[in-house]
Structures are given as C-alpha cells and as structure tokens.
C-alpha cells in the first residue's frame, strides 16, 4: 500500500505562484509514476501533469509554460511549482500515484484547494 500527504494549497493572487507537495510512503518501490490533476466545481477530474520512473514528464496543454512538476526520489516527494497563476487554475489538486502489483494501482492524495482570486 501507498500513503499520499499533501501541502502546499491556498489563496493567491492572479500571477501568483504556488509549490505543492506529496509525500508518498508505504510501498514505494513499487511506484512507477506520480502525478497531480484537479478537480473544479462541476468539471470532471483532469490531468495536470504526471512524471515517471524515468522522470519523463507529460502536462496538460493549459498549464504547459507554466507548471513544472518534479521529484525527489530519495524523499519519495513529487512536486507540482505553479507559476503565473489563473482564476482558471482554482481547484481541488490531487497527488495521484501508480503502484505496480503486476498490475497498475492508482492511490490519491486526500486533496488540496488552489483558489487563486484577487
């Protein structure tokens, strides 16, 4: 099993910045990919931006410029710096990790808001 901590939401103003953060524990040899999407009022769960094992990175086209997430594999942490912040941007972000068994397990973070909002 993995364990997912995040931190790093709040307030900000448009043009802002923010860093987030999940911590995973647990069975964290097994993980093969982390990642972060969002979920807005009324939208479905959305992609924002994942990283591999091998620290290849994929983005949503709306963030692309300005995320970028990393990794620090000796902590077991994935970091999501968002940069130049929309009133768009305003969600709940999920960390979000794949475990191998074989097979691909997802687990999610309990959710941070983003409100970003003059």
């Not at 993980?31 to 949503?60: C, H």
């Not at 941007?89 to 808001?113: F, L, M, P």
Request: glycine share 10%.
């Amino acid at each position: 099993q993995v364990q997912l901590v995040e931190s790093g939401g709040g307030l900000v103003q448009p043009g802002g910045s923010l860093r987030l953060s999940c911590a995973a524990s647990g069975s964290v040899f097994s993980i093969r990919a982390m990642g972060w999407y969002r979920q807005a009022p009324s939208n479905e769960r959305e992609l924002v931006a994942t990283i591999t094992s091998g620290d290849s990175t994929n983005y949503a086209d709306s963030v692309k410029g300005r995320f970028t997430i990393s990794r620090d594999n000796a902590k077991n942490t994935v970091y999501l710096q968002m940069n130049s912040l929309k009133p768009e941007d305003t969600a709940v972000y999920y960390c979000n990790v794949k475990e191998s068994r074989g097979y691909i397990v997802d687990h999610w973070g309990q959710g941070t808001q983003v409100t970003v909002s003059s």
